[in-house]
């Protein structure tokens, strides 16, 4: 090499050609926002989250990338139990609920434990909030009193907004309903065939979690008060129909309690999602 | 004597010195943004990631098969109904919906679980790899409801690693081709340098900032996060705990101290682990978390996989450095 000369490496980066680089690019950009999105579009968010996630829903579903990342957010909250209550042809009666920490080593590993209480906990996102048909006619009555009470002083405006209220609450109700029977009939089904049961009522509970305070007083996080049993509501019943070889939603009578409790499985009950 | 004026009323050597800014700018933006993904990298790292990566698909999925029927089966529990509930588009494919008999989708099973084995050995890659990250989505998008974070991980790595070109190192494909060379007497098989090796990196490492940023970011809604209670309700939650850590309810100082760091960590994750200075005090907060949250809470699988992931930010050539390991000097050309 002559002396003087200096000798300037390209950089490492172009090894790819400017086109390459430039396709890539785009496809990056997009995977990133794509990528990025996802969890900004979770509510609470702005319209223009919502409106970018628009454009790469499709591609995150493709991809699997539709996700919040919520992880213990807002904060760590109760858990969502399912609970059922069996019978059988012979008219006796099999309660069991999951997930089931009694259960815990016949679940082992621990994985297939966290798959059903992932499960629950999905149930308990649906239908945490769920209004049964008696409450709701009985919200509904209230609120048409509340219009009729306007419209008597003269607030037609308000009484109009009120009314267009409550035909959207109607509606995502009756949706609810419905998703409600078709979402849990397939688990009801299959906890039928697994006890060998004829009728089935799915009922769902939560469990909170002990404060300090009440840690300190001695309350242990299994605690049976904790389930908060006065908070439990029936998700439905179902029957296993012969004829068709399938379940069968069950409607409820509105005057009949709608709220049974649920209680922990003994460590030595035959109960278990799982057998 | 008045210089001219131009648009908006500066004068033109404003103009100029706005023009240039931008300019360089955008050049410095375009290099920048060539040098974080075009560099070309050494799959070594990557290779070693692919097999902790890949025993984690292959243990994920192999426990489905304990109630197959109930969650993936012809009569699973999780119909199809509740998709629309969960997925904002009709794009959640599944291979799962393309058959009925229940025999096809047991024989698909074990494919798959193959295919998750080869990928750990590095056998048949890249294409054992993309039919393992299309299983994993398959089975994510079958089981929806049943998921937690365990399963985007598995999906985020099983593509990210394949695009990576991780079969190129501590592979089976690897010893074969060295084999095959050395037999014909030719030079050793080098896994070499690659730019899609790079860009695969980069794709973990993005995917672990937006992770860290909105799981911090979300807490903030929160008010545990806040008074410094959050840890005790994870500890305290009956459905998660493993290890009974209620005795901490004694010493509410370090759980709120914990707390705060955990939250500190996982927002400031995103700018302090490109640092070499910062990198290893994150690395470590994130070992530490994560080995918490699977010791502590129950959730082996997720505690690992996310410290699995972590792996992405150390480089081959020694622990920290700032810059990849280049085998040219990146020098610009001015």
């Not at chain 1, 059988?88 to 621990?110: C, L, V």
């Not at chain 2, 131009?6 to 360089?24: D, F, I, R, S």
């Not at chain 2, 060295?178 to 993005?206: M, P």
């Not at chain 2, 070992?287 to 505690?303: D, K, S």
Request: aromatic content about 14%.
């Amino acid at each position: 090499m002559e002396r003087g000369t200096t000798v300037v490496h390209a950089p490492a980066w172009q090894r790819w050609g400017l086109v390459a680089r430039g396709f890539a690019s785009v496809w990056l950009a997009y995977h990133v926002l794509a990528m990025f999105v996802s969890p900004w579009a979770v509510p609470p968010t702005s319209s223009l989250a919502v409106a970018v996630q628009g454009n790469v829903a499709h591609y995150q579903t493709l991809l699997y990338l539709n996700h919040g990342y919520r992880f213990f957010a807002p904060d760590p909250g109760p858990a969502s139990i399912v609970g059922f209550t069996i019978t059988k042809a012979d008219g006796s009666q099999f309660t069991g609920i999951f997930p089931d920490r009694y259960a815990i080593n016949r679940d082992y590993p621990r994985l297939n434990y966290h798959r059903w209480f992932m499960w629950s906990e999905t149930l308990g996102r649906l239908f945490g909030q769920w209004v049964s048909p008696a409450e709701f006619a009985r919200y509904i009555e209230l609120e048409q009193v509340r219009v009729a009470e306007l419209r008597q002083q003269g607030l037609a405006i308000e009484a109009d907004r009120l009314v267009a209220d409550l035909e959207e609450d109607r509606r995502v109700w009756e949706e609810s309903e419905v998703a409600r029977k078709q979402i849990l009939a397939p688990l009801a089904r299959v906890m039928l065939q697994r006890h060998q049961g004829q009728e089935i009522r799915l009922t769902l509970n939560r469990r909170m979690i002990p404060s300090l305070s009440e840690a300190r007083a001695g309350m242990q996080p299994s605690d049976a008060r904790l389930l908060e049993p006065e908070r439990a509501f029936e998700l439905g019943r179902w029957k296993w129909d012969e004829t068709s070889q399938n379940v069968v939603f069950v409607e409820v009578p509105a005057t009949e309690p709608a709220a049974p409790t649920i209680e922990e499985i003994p460590t030595n009950s035959e109960s278990n999602q799982n057998e | 004597m008045n210089e001219p004026r131009g648009w908006l009323g500066w004068n033109n050597a404003a103009w100029a010195w706005v023009m240039a800014y931008l300019t360089c700018s955008i050049q410095d933006f375009w290099t920048g943004w060539n040098w974080f993904w075009f560099t070309p990298r050494r799959a070594n790292w990557l290779g070693v990631m692919r097999i902790g990566a890949g025993c984690m698909a292959l243990y994920t999925h192999a426990v489905w098969t304990i109630d197959f029927e109930a969650f993936l089966g012809t009569e699973r529990m999780i119909g199809p109904e509740i998709a629309p509930q969960m997925n904002p588009t009709n794009w959640h494919w599944t291979h799962f919906d393309w058959f009925e008999d229940s025999r096809v989708l047991w024989g698909l099973h074990w494919v798959a679980l193959a295919c998750f084995a080869a990928f750990t050995i590095g056998l048949g890659m890249p294409w054992t790899g993309w039919l393992a990250a299309a299983f994993a989505i398959s089975y994510a998008h079958r089981a929806t409801g049943a998921l937690f974070g365990l399963d985007q991980m598995n999906v985020a790595l099983l593509t990210y690693l394949t695009l990576g070109g991780a079969g190129r190192s501590w592979s089976l494909d690897q010893w074969w081709r060295n084999r095959n060379t050395k037999r014909d007497g030719g030079k050793q098989w080098d896994d070499g340098f690659s730019v899609w090796t790079n860009i695969g990196t980069r794709l973990i490492q993005l995917q672990l900032c937006v992770i860290y940023w909105f799981a911090g970011t979300g807490k903030l809604q929160g008010v545990t996060w806040w008074n410094g209670e959050a840890l005790w309700g994870a500890f305290a939650s009956y459905q998660y705990q493993s290890i009974d850590m209620t005795w901490l309810h004694a010493y509410p100082e370090f759980l709120a101290l914990a707390t705060h760091l955990t939250i500190v960590w996982e927002i400031s994750y995103v700018f302090l682990v490109w640092s070499p200075r910062t990198r290893p005090v994150v690395i470590a907060m994130a070992v530490i978390v994560h080995a918490g949250i699977a010791v502590f809470l129950g959730m082996m699988t997720f505690g690992t996989i996310m410290i699995l992931a972590n792996l992405a930010f150390i480089e081959w050539n020694g622990l920290f450095p700032v810059v990849p390991a280049n085998h040219v000097s990146d020098r610009r050309i001015d």
